[in-house]
């Protein structure tokens, strides 16, 4: 029996996400305005589909108002790869690759039950991803743009550095902040946090930017290099920040968990996060203000 297979990809008109279940029934969410046929024939070329390899459910959301559960489990598609209620380790390492692009072997754990991974086969310090559960983005309530923002996950990873530890703040509202920091556990490990970093504003919140921050983890496993370093240098306008410029993500998870993730560039490279990592206490774009407390210890 294969594994569970996802693909985001950019569909030339909005994102897609392709999912291939261990059983075999296919689903494709396209998130674009017109039916252009785009992400079907790439599909067909990636030999992810055929004659015996139909699609089983094709969805259009941007031509419907489909109910907020069915949002959220599109979003939940991607963000249940990785996020565990009250946070998640993600252990990982860089693989060969052939083609351009990046490549990830991954395994992620619960916060609270962290096993010790096999010596040697995760070198790079985890990450620890964040983020609020479906009930909990729906208890929050707001408008549907207020619940996309609430699913972005957030990321903490190590900068490399003299500067510690870098949090990746993705598009979380104060409220979300507030609720996640409410777990003493990920409090805990926020306070070794440095800088904080924030993308600019965009320009609406729907689902494409909502897959989008789903994926945020894996963006910034592939902007990752054991030799790259972090810090603040002597910008004082803060550090910007670039994951690489990537069409598609491929993830394959087998049995056991373990995941392959792979980045792989397209005519039109839209999957990238773009931000600047400041000082939680920058005074002209603060950190909010649940992770200033935290970081302050109260």
């Known amino acids: 029996m294969v594994g569970l297979r996802i693909i985001l990809f950019d569909g030339g008109d909005g994102l897609c996400l392709f999912v291939r279940l261990p059983e075999g029934r296919r689903l494709l969410v396209d998130c674009g305005r017109n039916a252009s046929g785009q992400p079907v024939q790439l599909l067909r070329e990636m030999g992810q589909m055929d004659r015996l390899h139909p699609l089983d459910e094709y969805l259009r959301p941007f031509n419907e108002t489909p109910e907020v559960w069915r949002w959220l489990g599109f979003l939940s598609l991607l963000r249940g790869l990785v996020l565990r209620p009250g946070g998640s380790w993600i252990f990982w390492r860089h693989e060969e690759s052939a083609e351009p692009g990046f490549c990830l072997r991954a395994h992620v754990a619960a916060l609270r039950s962290m096993p010790c991974p096999p010596e040697g086969v995760f070198p790079q310090p985890p990450i620890l991803v964040m983020g609020l559960t479906p009930e909990e983005v729906l208890d929050l309530g707001g408008t549907p743009g207020a619940w996309v923002r609430n699913c972005s996950l957030a990321v903490r990873l190590r900068t490399g550095g003299a500067d510690g ?117 920058d005074s002209t774009l603060p950190a909010p203000w649940p992770v200033r407390r935290a970081l302050a210890g109260n």
């Open 165 to 281: 530890h870098l949090l990746v703040g993705g598009d979380l509202r104060t409220a979300a902040w507030q609720r996640i920091l409410a777990d003493q556990g990920l409090k805990k490990n926020v306070r070794g946090v440095r800088l904080y970093a924030t993308g600019p504003p965009p320009g609406g919140f729907d689902l494409n930017r909502g897959l989008l921050m789903a994926a945020l983890p894996w963006l910034l496993l592939g902007l990752m290099n054991p030799a790259r370093r972090w810090g603040l240098g002597d910008s004082p306008g803060g550090m910007d920040m670039s994951t690489p410029a990537v069409g598609m993500l491929q993830i394959d998870v087998d049995n056991d968990g373990s995941m392959v993730v792979r980045g792989m560039p397209k005519a039109a490279n839209t999957l990238r996060w773009q931000g600047t990592a400041r000082l939680p206490q």
